[in-house]
């Protein structure tokens, strides 16, 4: 079955909000967040279903020397022993973001202070925004159903 992408990626067809969108990511980055950030897009973009995403942050995650083995894993992290305290947090934190109307409580205290034992409050707030912004990325090329090879975010 041949799918098209329904329109292009609105922050490529809105003025300005490609490059509103990479001057968040570019502040996000400056907070030097010491896990691998591709890990964390990859988790969100598996919940939501970005092909997209989930193609471009595996790729990326390789490019910056992860193993095929973690990345393979990212979606059964609790069952494996391949990450950290602090990239389990920041998955935990992840899940719990990206599934924010699946839960009376969204974010738990549990994985709230397990997050803060980890991260400075610097790191915490842009793990916060790198979560939020990957699943902005999720949502736009979800609903324009964007094709992996195609332009995306």
């Known amino acids: 079955m041949l799918m098209t992408a329904r329109m292009t990626n609105p ?3 809105v003025d300005g909000a490609l490059e509103a969108l990479h001057g968040v990511s570019k502040t996000i980055s400056r907070a030097r967040v010491p896990i691998n950030h591709e890990l964390v897009h990859l988790r969100a973009s ?3 279903g970005c092909s ?11 490019q910056a020397g992860e193993s095929e ?3 393979f894993a990212v979606a059964a992290w609790r069952e494996t022993p391949y990450f950290s305290d602090a990239e389990r947090a920041a998955l935990a934190l992840t899940e719990a973001l990206t599934r924010i109307a699946d839960k009376a409580e969204p974010v738990p205290d549990a994985i709230w202070d397990a997050a803060a034992e980890h991260f400075d409050e610097t790191q915490l707030g842009a793990l916060v925004l790198d979560i939020a912004t990957i699943n902005l990325w999720n949502r736009l090329n979800v609903a324009t159903q ?5 332009h995306g975010g």
């Open 46 to 48: 598996q919940i939501n």
């Open 52 to 62: 997209v995403c989930v193609d471009m942050h595996a790729k990326a995650a390789r």
């Open 69 to 71: 083995e973690r990345l």
């Open 11 to 13: 922050a490529f067809a």
């Open 146 to 150: 964007q094709m992996v090879g195609e």
